[in-house]
Each structure stands twice: as C-alpha cells, then as structure tokens.
C-alpha cells in the first residue's frame, strides 16, 4: 500500500485548502482512511476519519464545522477541504489507512499505512 499526500501549502487565516491523498496497492473503498496532522513540537492528532465500509465520518472538535473529509473510490483519492484556517491548523498533514472496513479510531496506532505528509502553513 501507498499514500501520498499533497496540496498543503501557505495561506492566510480565513483561507482554504484542499488536501489530497492518493492511494494504491490495494481496493480503496475497503479500508477506513484517517487525516492526522503535527505540529513542530507536539504529538501528532486526529483531524477527520471515513470509515471504508461507508459508515461513520469523525472530526476532532478542533476542526468540525471547518473541515470537510471525503473520498473518491473511482480515483483512489482522499480529500480533506480545509475552510476557515486558522493560525493553529499550521502542521505537517498525514494520510493514513487502517486494515479494516469499519469503524473510524481516533488512535494513530489503529493505522497501518502512512502517507508522506503534507505542510500546511496558516499565516495571522
């Protein structure tokens, strides 16, 4: 399995982004996808899940309201549309899948493949 991450970039507060992560090695829509993401000096934290079986879609409180997480079987792609950005969402995002069709774990440990991550810079 890989994953890549992409379209992180620098933006002012208020601002949008939409990251993407491409996955291959196996059939997508099976398997639960995860967005985490790191900021310099802190551990690394949940942002949104999708379950692969169609089932549950999780936000961390940080981001509800704001983020958006979907995902596209027919091109392999996970999407996480970034509105309302705020200087605190600055991080390294990750892309991640677990070995399961089901339910969204908020626990990094719960997943088994990991994208490169993606730098997400919000400017005040």
């Known amino acids: 399995v890989q994953l890549q991450a992409f379209g992180g970039g620098l933006v002012q507060a208020g601002g949008s982004l939409r990251l993407s992560c491409a996955a291959s090695?196996?059939?997508?829509?099976?398997?639960?996808m995860g967005w985490f993401r790191q900021a310099p000096g802190k551990q690394r934290e949940f942002v949104s899940g999708?379950?692969?079986?169609?089932?549950?879609?999780v936000y961390a409180d940080s981001v509800k309201g704001r983020f958006t997480i979907s995902r596209d079987n027919s091109k392999n792609t996970l999407y996480l549309q970034m509105n309302s950005l705020k200087p605190e969402d600055t991080a390294v995002y990750y892309c991640a899948q677990r070995d399961t069709s089901w339910y969204v774990s908020m626990d990094s440990r719960r997943y088994n493949y990991w994208g490169q991550g993606t730098q997400v810079t919000v400017s005040s």
């Open positions: 999708l379950a692969g079986s169609g089932g549950n879609t």
């Open positions: 090695g196996r059939t997508f829509s099976s398997y639960t």
